[in-house]
Each structure stands twice: as structure tokens, then as C-alpha cells.
């Protein structure tokens, strides 16, 4: 359409998109839309993943006229597409035909339709629409050209839809039960039913682990949470399946939501091609990252915690095998939040430039424009409702100048990203073990996990957040902040690892059926460190205890939880080092041989300390990146090393001498974000 | 009875009542109950508003006798009667023969008999049977000379009873849903249903606005408030036709509950002749008024809020067409709030005067002796449950004697009451625009209104709370705080304005229908004030922004909201004037012509600034009450100028020199009251 | 087994035991676990109260070689044995038979097999097969020479399971109202249904006073309270009968937990020969007692609240006529509080000590080994999971130890528990009065008994907690900290009573039937203090009133609550002193005769000095403790003075010159205990 050389070309290593829903908007505004799109640089358009009404407005009826006409449309522009599956939002034919697709609650009450996500992943109708809807999509457009990727349903999870507690989930998760144990003997076994005497009497007789006058047996909830995750993976692969058919050579994604653990988001990645996420920073800080305090939702408010967005593009490069995307890039105030900040003007720039750092193919901004109706009218977009560029649209046409700028003057291998030195290791089965027995009330969810990587980020190291499966051979330093089941498949993995090892508290100490591991934790664990847990303690906020070197001197404080540990007797003459003691004597940090295990959580300077003395011992060199400024960040993608200022003042950048900038200054302003040339 | 003259004379411009129910003492009493009521000074005496199950025991068949015996006995002792319709306690047998009478929450559940308000507004056996008692009653008792007005029901929506979500709920709203569109295609637009693509398929397939995994389409839950209103309204209207055809010549008043939003008053208002409402302000203060801060609860404990009341009072004037009565004053302490604290001696009587200083005809108290058992045993009355009269008693009867000094000195018509020089304009609608799109978690309720009229009252200036449909022409100063929608009504209002206007924060950001305005906020404003309203900001509570003139002064902060406004090009010359601005640039108040838009909230201070820099531009003369005390409050009724003092120290009085008091002292003690004579 | 003399001889005064779950263990453990707790100095073990399932694998079908088995082996090891009998665990065939077995919550939930306690008391089908498996398990084992005690149920109310909304419930509800009250006519008069008109039709038609719009009938929701009670200690009584008809001789007990008191308690302890609790100190301190402030929380998170337990020990001594066991002692740290501190070093055996001061005849551990699997898999036990022995293990064999020392030199009735000095009057009818009426929010629970309890302790004084039925006659100081309903019986109690009385707040405030007593509170208690409570006040957290002598002194402050007293005119003579007031004139504290009433709650050190001077009024002498140390606490058994210290610092210790210690130090650490002997 334009004569000029589009901006930002489509097979880039650095792209930029958007979220665009032309079911919206009149038809007569497509096409200047999709020319407005290309002229800010964008190359890829995302589409389609609510539209299953009108692609479908009754059972079997299909009507493609206009989205033949929208794809053609953004197409003739020159604009690539992936195409969403509609599954989150079944029409209401469906739910009213099939009422077994509604989910339903902890307290047996059915969700109602009339938002989104109001299916039940065991419902079988809602499976076999799934497949005509998916079907039918993916033959019409499975080999348009112009539709380079797939993806799959919207955000897995979102508003608290994994668990669901319908008729169709009891029978799947009975036969769930029976495929598993073989006999109602063997689960009873395995549940530990001797406790509290609640043999179950068979298959047919198990219920769902809610409801009781108490919690539910350990194992029961445990299974549960197993089989859901099972029941999402599943079906997805369902929607993988049905694409690779019909639309061959395509890459297939999901786009995740960030701090949902509720399925097993490395079991569904081994049936995708990429990675992508939902990148909010803003709605995490104030409301959906439960474990920050007061204190830091206030600091970084306007930028987003300088860690939780990183933490995710790690964490997804690796579920995507390498391969990232963020499918919607905050672009301005958000709607969901309990309170819902503007960004600090440079910020979406910034969080786009830090994706890239981290590996990102595509960010793509959500949404084109505005809405001035619906449930997110107040969601802001890269346009304004009027229509007038908003401030994100002119920064995302900056990042577009930017990446051509800097592209231009690279070669494309330069950008390639490499494994990191540091792998933090992540499995969602301890997250759904934490919950179901926390043991410390705020011992739940992600926040150890992030404190971890943080402490690390601010060291200036790279990470890779890694699945339990992964190859831990090559990392100069392995940590492993929350893995309270350490499985068959990890312990070999650590075997073969020739790096240093950092594990947290609970480390190795439950069961895959969440019973304590034998003969006491840290489990398998114990053949790196000979020591035994013998009890643990969690402290209610408030409640500290000093922590001290052998000399005596105080180094930090002790917090939230304690695993006090025994050093055993070792026959075969491993030593067990203590580093640092509670003031009542118990150990806080003990090693041998090139493990180091935290006997208990302690706070982030002290953490950071603990960190840089493993990576020192790993060989790895740090750089303590606080000191230059609270919110400054380094991330290392190929030969550039990237770095993002979250404020709250300027930072002088720690670039080497003589060494360019290609973007940004030396001197980085909050919101501010530069790189440099590392290495050739 | 008495044979000396009875004071607080029956027609009196200022009258004091008492709430009894004859149903709960002994017969023998109700003489010398009677008798000691017209000793105390009292004219007025509410009874019969929850005796259903005592006039009708079974379906259809009536027992008069003891009301007939109870109203003539109050009657021979000179008291006027106020009748309440009883439809706020339904029979047993009523709900037995027909469990739709039933209301249902949000959840499902059946509310049951055994308290009071157990009824649906939707509900055809309530209707029936409404139409019944409150036939036969008014037959029966509607030309008695002694009963002087009629109340309907009792505290409309107390106890969370407006919304409810049962069957007979649900065709109704159906029904009112497809007489609104005609068509589901004109209500699927009207909805934006494109949004999430949740297209309805017929009427008959729309449910409630709740159980939906995340909310429902604005739309679609403001149309379900509209509806519940219309019910409540309707109910109501039913209930005063009957009374107006049975009870020729006697007004029809309702007594609305404080702090209520839930179904529009002003709507209602227009039924009704006088509007009565049920002042406590101890209860709003620690419970009810949940935008209070901690430090308010606590200073405000034992007088209540300094504007609370008052802004009570303007409203239900307001929605009476200027005839305002208390139908319950808190007499003592009450027994619902969390904590329930004791006035401060003279409060009773201070509440009292401010109620006639605001306008009021008549306070009736809450109740005339405390009832040892059921659930308000621990709310106290006028006297103790042994007999004994209790404070408020005593500072009742002390009022009776003051109105009498006073009255016998000035001349009727200097009690008349005139309109304020300032309008304070409230919609109902607006409060249910923001309870559904919140976008900051504390933007909900009556606290931003309140927070207005407090600083207009701290500076000494009289107001009118009025509806979006009142003549602004005559005002010298218009205040919108919390409109959101400013309806086709307002907006013609606001053209005939000759005063100043201040529009708040969010003011005309949203249709009818709870959408955006187009092409942005503040929509119908633009012709006043040609801004943008580009984005909007939530802030959560410790975040602000310093606010600063052009001289970079700063002046106050920012707190709880901002609307980020572009100037936009006027090509015909209007000029928008910033004049004053967040430490990040963004305007915080702009002004065009007389129109003054504030385009965030701020702290108490720079508010009254603000309020008191338009009030003196609109001409009028301001005080800075708090200089003499914080809880000082003026306000003029006719002739007189009140002053009523809520602590906590002792406030010396702005009375011009010479003018004599006709009521209290020129210091004025914490809880005390005075009044002088301000013109002839 | 062992040919030593066993440490800690089955009759001692003093006896040590432990719970053990021989179901959860390989038979060839038991042995070896028996002859392990002999050596560690246990007499007694608990086994079988959950294992029904295992007793009854289906109706009526019994299996006992296993528990034949296991009592053999316990019993050949020398150990006595205590039975309980198994119904907290009722088997999934009898729920799957019996649906009315399973309670139902307020919301009318049915609650879940699957977990404990999931039966409602009122289910005919649970009645019968109780009766059952009790009978069939007395029948076998009611005359083994080594059962020693049964046990009926396990902690009746846990999990908050005494209420119940079962069709059942309202079935035997509705038959308990008929038989109370004859008439529904003098049910309506009872419960004044005059107020709000809510008239009852029948017995049939009445419901739970739960989900109504607002609360229910204070009498509708106390009569629950009273049915409910009631049906719990019917339901005990009948196993209990059932055990003294097979179990001919054996003492029969019941598990109490702390801070329940849902049901009456002082009633079922009529029914029992010992009244047994579990104590588990710190899941009290952290969750449980919820009056605690956060930094009462935070104080006492290791060692325990100084007084919850002692508190427990003497309401349970009075519960069991003078015969106490701890049948749960806390071992270690526990699962299922918030947080789960690790005890203090030495309070394990602190605990164990400060039972036996306050009379325990036995104190028993839970539990023997932790179990690594099941709902309190985290809950540890004298044993780690992996068999070792643990802290708590270690502590309790030097308690068995100790005993040996001690009772080697003491005449075995020295240890005979004698009446205390002080009683403290507590009753169960009114907590439920507190928390269906209030009326300030955090006037509910334990919270008021316990901080008078902890006064008196501060001061040294030993306290029987007794019922309102106990004989008062020869206590020198009787304090009434929470008796809202002074029955007859307490009535007369006190007219018989020679010593000084002192009542709280709310004293005879109510009627049995929550009504406010006439002709006004302190109701009875008007023949010993002519006074009247005209109101109340209640003060939310942070408001206060200084409290001040007559000369003007400020002594300290009132809280919370304020009863406004009016003095009586005194015909007879009978003369009230105001002893101080709040700073507005309202009397803080009166005395008339021997009687003082607190008219407020007050701080707590003046609180400690009103009971100072109670107490020397009534001859007792007092010591300050908390001068030497906050958490220094002491209790008298027979002959002996217990010293325990909960900390935070070391205590000297008040032993008089020349006494030697039989146990511990004169200078105690903290977690430390010691004894000497006081007389002969």
C-alpha cells in the first residue's frame, strides 16, 4: 500500500503487532486502520480470538464473509496475521443447547454466560463444538497466506476458570482416579486414607477436595490439581492437533497470563511452537502480584516492578523452546487493576525494548484502539477512542524507528539469543503443593520465586526460568527457590549439572503425592547435602531472627519460614559447611561440595549477598546494579546488552569505556532504556 | 387533655414527633404514653408501619379494633397521627401461600421470613397483596381527622434489599428489557455485545448481571439497575395512588434511609409531597459511611460528621419539593453500627435544630421508649426501657421549649425556608455508573459528593442538593462532583445557568448506557469547557501528586483520581485557561468562561480553596469556619442564621455586632447550637 | 517388658501419655513402639478415635482382630490404655446409606465426606449407628483390664461443626420449640414477634434464624443456640451411657478444645467422670484467640499466652469435678494456624508442668510420631517421620524424670489440688447472647473472661473457672468478668457467697431469653449494687476515656465499653461509692457491701490494680509478677508453688528464704519451670 519500504519488516528478528478486533469497528475503517497500522511500523495483527458468535451465530452455521474480508483486508495492506481461535467466548447457542458447558464453582454454583471463559474444559459438548469451530477456522484459513500463526483459545485460566467443579469434571476426574490407580485399594493407599479413616469405598464414591468440614486429604486436593491441569493440556492439544492438520507449517502459540500457576504451562509449551504472554505491568504491581508489599506497589506504581515482566519473558522463552512472543503489550492505563496507573511516560517503549532484550520476537501491543463500550472501555490502547494516537502509539512508533536504526546496523545473528548462565528452576506442580498446604499463610503463589530471580537480576546476571525437565549440564549456577517436589527426571538433571547449585527452603521436601519426602527432606536432594529437616517454623510478619556469620556479626534477618536442619552423620566423609546461623543457632545457610541450600527465607539484601557468593563461586562475575539505581536492569540478548531504568532516579549506565551506544545514553532516565555492543 | 396551652402548637412552622407502636405495650399505657407526649412538647406521632400481621392475621381478614382503640387514644390527647403502610413486615402467611413474595440474592439464595423487608418488588403476590392492606387501611382510616399524612413502607432498599435476583425479578426485567428495545438485535447493539461476542438471542435468553466469571457488559448491569429502580418506584407510585384516592387531602411522604443509592429518589420524589428521611448520625458515622477515614470515625464519634446530616437534609428538601421531615432522629445510642457510641450530651438536641435550620417541619424521634426485646433492644428512645425518660428525652423536651420561645418572637414567615445560593447537583444514575466501572476501588458511593458540599459548607455558604432536572437558573454557583452522565435535562439546565459551574472529576464521562462519551469525556461538558479527556488515572491511597500554580507554587496534591485533559483547538476563540497543575504537567483545574472543570480530586484544603476562588467569582461572600472550629456549620432558614457547633473545641460565633441571639450563646460550647436574625 | 521399675508408675499423681494411631503404623512397629514409650517414662496411651472405618468396614460388619491386636501389644508393654470411641470419623458407607448424616452449613451447603466431623447432631441415622459401634466396641473391650478411660468422640465442635441446618436439625428444632414452649401462641409472646411483626403460624413454620434480610430474633436465634447445645450433649450422654453400661468402672471422658464454646460445656461435664482438654498453645496464640492484639501475637508466638492455657486448665478442672487431663499436649510445631512458630526450648515440658501445677492427673502428647502424610502431615510429635526422637520427645523424658524425683520425695497427698482462693464465674448462654447481640463488634468470645482471668494472675492469685451453679460459699473473691445472664441458680449462689464479688460490664444485663432485663441491668445483681444501666456505649479500637480517681488522678482508661450507671435511690440505706470515673463524669467503677461493679472495661494494668483491691478487700495476698518478669506466672498445687516463665526475659523468683527448690531454679530462664514447697 505505502511506496516507502514498510518499517519494521516482517521477517525482522525484532517485530512489532497489535490486537485488533475488526468485529468492532465499521467495516469502512478497516482498511484505513490497517494502512495506519503499517505506517507506525507495525508488521503483525492479532484477530479473531472472541468472534466465535459471529463466525458461528448458530450450531453448524458458518458465516466467513466478513472475516474473509478483514483478513483480505489487513492482508492487502501488508500485514501478517495470526488468527485466534474463538473458544473463550461460546456462544450462547451452545451454553443454551449444552448446559454442561458452564463451569461451576467451589460452592456447586454454575457460572453464568454472558462474560467469557464460561466453559468447562471436561464438558464434553464444549469439546466437540471446539473441534467443529477450530476445524472449520483452520480449513478456511489454514494456508492464507497471509496468516502466519495460530493461536489457541485466550488466556488458559483468566478470571479464576481452570478449576471447575461440574457434573462432566466429577466423571472425568473419576475416571481420572481409575486410570491412574487401577484400584480404589491402591488410591486409598496412595491417599493415605488410614489418616482420619476415610476410606473411600470406590471410584464412583470419590468427590471433589472442597466442601468438608476440614481440607480435604492432602493427595486428594494433589490429584485434583494434577488432573485439572491434565483436563487444560488436553484440550489444547485438542486445538494443536486440529491447526497442524489444516494449517501445516504455521507455528501454533497460546498467549498465557502472567502469575497463573494453576495448570502446568511446561506441559501444555511441549505442544506449541512458541511462547507467548500477556504483558500487564502495571495490573501485576497493584493487584495481581499478592506477595508485594505495600511499599512496593507505591514505588513502582507508574513503571511496574522491575522484575515480574522479566521474570515472565524468561520464564515463557523457555516454555516456548526459545521462541517468545508477547501477544499483548500493556500500552496505557489498564481497567482491572484496583487502582490503575498511568504509566510513567516512556514506559511502553521501554517494556518493549526490555521484551526484545529478553528475547522476544514479537511485541504486540494490546489494542489498536480504544473501546468506548464493553467491560474494558476503560482499557487504553495505542489509539484513543477519538481516534487520536494516544501516548503508547507514539512511543510503539518510536520503538518502530528505533529497531530499524539498530537493525540496520547489526547483523541479524548479533540478536540471537543465547542460554543464559544462571537457570532458576520452576515447576507449577509445588506451586498447587504450597497452596493446598502452605504451612505459612503467606507461603503461596510466586513471590519466592520472583524474590529469588530478582536477587539474581540485580546482580546483572541472566537467567533462564527453566522446567525441572530441562538440561541443567551447561549452567555455571542452577537455583531451585520453590521446588518442593524435586521429581525423578530433576534429580537426574542435577546429577549431570557441573555448576553450582542454590536451593531454597522446602526444597525436595514433598512427595509427587504431597506427603513428606522419606527418609525426611530435603529428599532427593539429600545426596547433594547429607542433612535432614526435622521440623520447620513459619513466622507471621512481624517475626524475625537475627542472622549471623561464625564471628557473630549480624548480616540480615531470618523471615516467614525456617526449615531447621540436622547435619547427618556422613559415612562416606561429605562434609556439611553451616555459613551463617539464626542467633538461637540454627543453621541459615549451609553447603557442601557445590550445593548450597537456604535453610530459611531471608530478607532481599541478604538474599542478593547469598546469591552473589554462589555466582562468584560459579565463576560468574556480578555487578551490584542498585548502587547505580533501585529500578536498573541489565539483560544480555546475543551481542547487545541491554539496559532498562524503573526508577525512581537517573542511572549512570555501566558501559565500558570507548564502547557506543546504539539506543539510548549513558545516562539513563527513569523509564529510559539503552544498549551497547558486548561482544562481536 | 392537658389544660395548659399545649406548646409546639400542631401547625407550627417547626414541630417535633415521636415513632410508637401501640402493638408493643400494654393498652393500658397508650393514654399515659399519650399524655406525657404532649407534656414533652410533641405534636406528631408515627405508628403502624410494620403491624401487618396484627391489621391482617389471615389472607383477607382484617382486625382493626386495637388500631381503631390505639389511633383514637392518640388522638384524644391532640396528637397528630402519621399512618405507615405496613409492607415492610409481610405476613407469614403471606410468604407461605406464595414463596415468590421472596426476595433472592446475587447468589441464589431465598431470603427468609423472620426479620423484615423478606419481599421482591417484582413479585405479583406482594403487589396483590400490598394493594390490599394498603386499601383497606386507608379506607378505613383515610379521612380521620386526626391522621394527617400517610408514609409508605418503611426505609425502602434497608438491609441490601433492592437488587433482588428471584424468578418473578428476572420476567420482569425481561419484560421491561424488551419493551425498552423492541428488538434483541437493537439490544445487542445497544450493549456492545461485539465486545467478548456475547450476542443475546432473544430476551428470553438474558439472565442477571451476575455469576458470570468476570462482570457483565456495563450495559447490561446498568440496564438491570435502571430496571430495579423502575420496580421500587413503581411499587411505590401503586402505594400512593391507592392512598391518594382513600386519603384525599393528607400528603404521602416516604422515609428514605441515609446514604442509599440504590434506586432513584429523585424519580420517586416526584410521587410523593413531602420527603421524609431517618437521620442517624452516630451510625453513619462509625458504619455507614464507608469513605470516611479512620481518624474521621473516630473525631466525628460522638456528634456525627459535621455535613453528614446536613447534606441529608438539602437532599430529601430537595426531592420534596422543598417539604423536608425526619421521620426517625437518633434519640441516644443505636444498636447497628459496629460500634455504637453515646452523643455527646447536647447532640440530640443539636441535631434537632440543625434538622429546622436546614428546612426540616417536623423531627420525629426515634423511638418513644426502648424496647426491651427483639433485635433494636439496645436502640435507645426518648426513654429508658424502665419508664424513665432518658437524655434525649430531656433535650427533646428542651427543644419543645426553645420553639416555643422562639416562634412566639419572630413572625411565621421568617422561618420560610429560600432557595441557597449554591446548587450541589446529584443523580442516582451516575452512583450506579461507578459502582459497576469503578476504575479506582475507592471511586464508589456518596464520598466525593460529600467531600464537595463540606468544603461549600465549611465556607459558610448555604446549598441545595438537587436533581440533574432542576431550574440552575437562578444559582450563582452550580457544582456537579459526581456526574458522570450528564443527561440531555442537565445539559439544557446547564445552558439557562447564569452562575458559575464546577464540574468534578469524571463529570459527563459516560452515556446513558454506561459507555465513553463521544468523542471523549467530559461529552455534553465540551460546549462549556472545549477539553479532552485523554485517559483517566487511578490512584491508589498514599499515591498523590503535588499540585502547583504557574508560579510553581504547590498548593496541595492529587489523590484518588485524575482525567488527563488535552486543550482542545477552539476555532471559535474559547479560551481554556489552566490554573493549576500536577508536578507532571497535567491540569488539575481549568476554567473556560464560568465553567471551572477539576480535572482530579485533591486534599480537603485546596478544595475549599478551589470551591471558595468560584464562589467568590460567582459574587458570593465566603467564611473560613474551621478558624473558629472545625466542627462549626452555618445555616440560614428565612429570617435566621443557625450555627451549630460539632466540636471539639468551643466556637466563638461570626455574629455581627449587636445583633442579639434568639437562640444559644455567642461561644458556643461542642454540641451547642445558636441563632440569630440576619435580615428583616 | 523392661525389668527396670517403670519411670512414671500408671497411679502416680502425675502421669504422662501420648496418642498413638496403631492403624497408621506396620503391625510389627507396635511392639516396638510400645516398649519405646515405657522407656521414655508414658503410663497411658490414646488409640482407635478415628478408626471406624477400619472397626466397621460396612454396616454392621466388625473387624477387631486388628485392634485386639494392637490394645495386647500396648498392654503387654505395661501401658494403660484409653479408647475413644470413633465417631468423628463416620465411614463413607453410613453417609452413602444416610445422606441426613452430613451437616449442612448457614448457606445450606451440605458439607462433604472426606475430611472429619462431618455429621450433624441431629441425624437420626448418625444417632443409630453410633449407638451401634459404641456399644459393639464397649461390648469387646469395656472390661479389658488395660482400658483404663474411654473417650466419647473426638473435640465435638471442631471445625466449626455444632451447628448444623440440616432438614434434621430443623425437624428436631422445631419438636425442642414444642416441647419449650407448648403453644405457638406463647412461643410469638416470648420471642416478641410483636416487634417487626413476624408472627410464627405453627411450630412447622418456623425456620433457622439465619438467612433473613437483617438478623433474626435475638430469642429465635438464642433458642438455637440453647437446641443446638443441646442436642450436642444429648448426643454425648448417649454414648456415654452406653460405655457405663458395658464399660462398668471405667471413667469416661470427652476431649474439649480451646476457646470453643459453642455448646455448654458446664452441662455435658455432668454427664462425664473427667473432663479432658487439648492444648495446643501456640496455634492459640497465633490464630485461635482472636482478642489477642498483633503484638500480643508476636509476644508470646513461642512460648504460648501466659494465661490461655492456664485459663483452659482451670475451666476444665471445674468441667471434671476436680479431675483434669491434658488428652492432646502440643509437642512441637503444629499445621494448622496461620504460622506455626517452633516452641521456645523447654516449653514442652513448661507445659507439661504448668498442667500438672493447675492439677492435671495426666498429661498426654500428640502425638507419637509425626505422620508424613494426611492433613497434618506438618503437625509434629515426640518422634520426626523418620522415627527419631524429637525435642518435644526429649522434653517429655525429662518431665517423666522429674516426676520420678519429685514424687520420691513428697507424700502423695501433697499433690492433691485444693479449692483456689478465687473464682471465676463463666458460663457458655451468655458468649452465644454476646455474639448474637454485640453491639460492639469486638465484644464476642473468650476475649473479656480471659484478660480478668490474666489480671488475677499477674497478681499471683490462684483461680477455680466455675460455673454458675458452683457453690460460692467459701471463695474470698468471686468475679463475674462476662455473665450477660445471671440465672436463678447464680442468683442464689451469690446471695450464699461470703466474699468479695466482682462483676464486668454487661453483668446481669440480660434475660435467659436475651431480652434486657427488668426492670434494668445489672438485673439480679440489683440487691447487691442498687443501680441502673440507663445505656451503653461501645468504642471503636482508639477511642477511649481517661479514668480518674475522685482526687482527680488519671489511673488509667476505659475501652470498648462504658455501661452508663444511674444510682439507685436507697430506701433501705444501702449506700453505692463511685470509686472512679471516666472524665465526663460517668462512674468507671462502684462498690456497694462487698459487691464492686466495672463499668467499663478498662487498660490492663488498671485492671490488675482493681483486682489488687478486690483482693486485699477480701484478705488475699497478692504479688506483683510481671515486676519480676512480664510471663512470669506461678500456681499452687497442694503443697507446692509452680514457677513458670514464658519470658521474654529471666525471672527471679519470689521463693521465700531458706525453701529449697524441688524443681528447677530460683533464677528462671525463659521456658523455665520450678516448684517449692509452701506448707507442710
Not at 100 to 128: E, T
Not at 623 to 632: D, E, K, N, S, T
Amino acid at each position: 500500500m505505502s511506496s516507502s519500504p514498510p518499517a519494521n519488516p516482517m521477517n525482522a528478528p525484532l517485530r512489532l503487532g497489535v490486537c485488533y478486533y475488526p468485529e468492532q469497528w465499521p467495516r469502512e475503517r478497516w482498511a484505513e486502520d490497517a494502512r495506519a497500522m503499517r505506517e507506525m511500523g507495525l508488521s503483525t495483527v492479532r484477530i479473531a480470538e472472541f468472534a466465535w458468535s459471529r463466525m458461528e451465530p448458530s450450531a453448524g452455521r458458518f458465516e466467513w464473509e466478513w472475516l474473509d474480508a478483514a483478513i483480505d483486508t489487513l492482508a492487502s495492506a501488508g500485514l501478517q496475521i495470526v488468527l485466534g481461535t474463538p473458544t473463550a467466548a461460546p456462544p450462547q447457542w451452545l451454553v443454551d443447547a449444552h448446559p454442561d458447558v458452564l463451569p461451576v464453582d467451589a460452592h456447586g454454583r454454575i457460572k453464568a454466560f454472558g462474560a467469557r471463559r464460561h466453559y468447562c474444559f471436561s464438558s464434553p459438548s464444549m469439546w466437540a463444538a471446539s473441534e467443529r469451530i477450530v476445524t472449520a477456522m483452520a480449513q478456511r484459513y489454514g494456508q492464507h497466506p497471509a496468516v502466519v500463526a495460530w493461536q489457541t483459545d485466550n488466556e488458559y485460566g483468566c478470571h479464576d476458570t481452570t478449576l471447575s467443579y461440574s457434573p462432566a469434571a466429577l466423571s472425568a476426574f473419576r475416571r481420572w482416579l481409575a486410570e491412574r490407580y487401577g484400584s480404589i485399594e491402591a488410591m486409598n493407599e496412595a491417599w493415605g486414607t488410614a489418616f482420619w479413616g476415610v476410606q473411600f469405598l470406590s471410584f464412583e464414591h470419590v468427590g471433589f477436595p472442597v466442601g468438608q468440614p476440614t481440607s480435604a486429604l492432602p493427595t486428594h486436593a494433589m490429584d485434583f490439581r494434577r488432573f485439572t491441569s491434565d483436563q487444560v493440556v488436553r484440550y489444547n492439544r485438542m486445538q494443536v492437533g486440529l491447526l497442524r492438520r489444516h494449517a501445516p507449517g504455521r507455528p501454533v502459540l497460546h498467549n498465557f497470563m502472567g502469575l497463573f500457576g494453576e495448570f502446568d504451562q511446561h506441559e501444555m509449551g511441549q505442544d506449541l511452537d512458541i511462547a507467548a504472554w500477556d504483558s500487564y505491568p502495571l495490573g501485576h504491581v497493584d493487584t495481581a502480584a499478592t506477595f508485594l508489599s505495600e511499599t512496593e506497589r507505591q514505588q513502582w506504581a507508574r513503571t511496574g516492578h522491575p522484575d515480574i515482566s522479566a521474570f515472565h519473558h524468561d520464564l515463557y522463552r523457555g516454555i516456548g523452546h526459545g521462541r517468545l512472543w508477547v501477544m499483548e503489550q500493556q500500552a496505557g492505563p489498564v481497567n482491572w487493576a484496583d487502582w490503575n496507573a498511568l504509566p510513567l511516560p516512556g514506559m511502553v517503549r521501554a517494556w518493549t525494548w526490555e521484551a526484545f532484550a529478553h528475547g522476544a520476537e514479537l511485541v504486540s501491543y494490546f489494542r489498536w484502539r480504544q473501546l468506548p463500550y464493553g467491560q474494558e472501555q476503560m482499557h487504553s490502547g495505542l489509539h484513543r477512542p477519538d481516534g487520536v494516537r494516544d501516548v503508547g502509539g507514539e512511543e510503539a512508533a518510536q520503538v518502530a524507528k528505533e529497531i530499524d536504526q539498530l537493525t540496520a546496523a547489526l547483523s541479524a545473528t548479533m540478536l540471537d539469543t543465547a542460554r543464559a548462565d544462571v537457570a532458576l528452576v520452576l515447576d507449577y506442580p509445588s506451586l498447587w503443593m504450597a497452596q493446598i498446604q502452605p504451612q505459612g499463610k503467606d507461603m503461596v503463589g510466586f513471590g519466592v520465586a520472583i524474590r529469588y530471580y530478582s536477587a539474581l537480576r540485580r546482580l546483572g546476571l541472566n537467567v533462564d526460568v527453566v522446567s525441572p525437565d530441562a538440561d541443567l549440564s551447561a549452567y555455571a549456577l542452577v537455583v531451585l527457590p520453590q521446588s518442593l517436589h524435586v521429581c525423578d527426571r530433576l534429580t537426574e538433571r542435577l546429577q549431570d549439572c557441573r555448576g553450582v547449585i542454590v536451593a531454597g527452603p522446602r526444597a525436595g521436601s514433598k512427595t509427587a503425592g504431597l506427603a513428606i519426602a522419606t527418609p525426611l527432606p530435603p529428599g532427593p536432594l539429600r545426596s547433594h547435602l547429607p542433612v535432614r529437616v526435622r521440623a520447620v517454623e513459619s513466622m507471621r510478619p512481624g517475626r524475625a531472627y537475627a542472622v549471623r556469620t561464625d564471628a557473630g556479626v549480624t548480616v540480615g534477618h531470618s523471615l516467614q519460614w525456617r526449615d531447621l536442619i540436622d547435619l547427618d552423620p556422613t559415612p562416606q566423609g561429605q562434609e556439611v559447611q553451616v555459613l551463617e546461623r539464626c542467633e538461637d543457632g540454627w543453621p541459615a545457610r549451609v553447603t557442601s561440595g557445590r550445593t548450597d541450600l537456604h535453610a530459611t527465607l531471608v530478607n532481599d539484601d541478604l538474599l542478593q549477598q547469598w546469591m552473589q557468593d554462589a555466582a562468584h563461586r560459579a565463576g560468574l562475575q556480578t555487578m551490584a546494579l542498585c548502587a547505580h539505581a533501585p529500578g536498573l536492569r541489565l539483560r544480555r540478548r546475543g551481542a547487545l546488552q541491554f539496559a532498562t531504568n524503573h526508577g525512581p532516579g537517573a542511572a549512570k549506565l555501566p558501559v565500558p569505556a570507548g564502547v557506543p551506544l546504539v539506543l539510548g545514553s549513558a545516562t539513563l532516565p527513569p523509564g529510559g532504556v539503552a544498549a551497547w555492543v558486548v561482544s562481536p
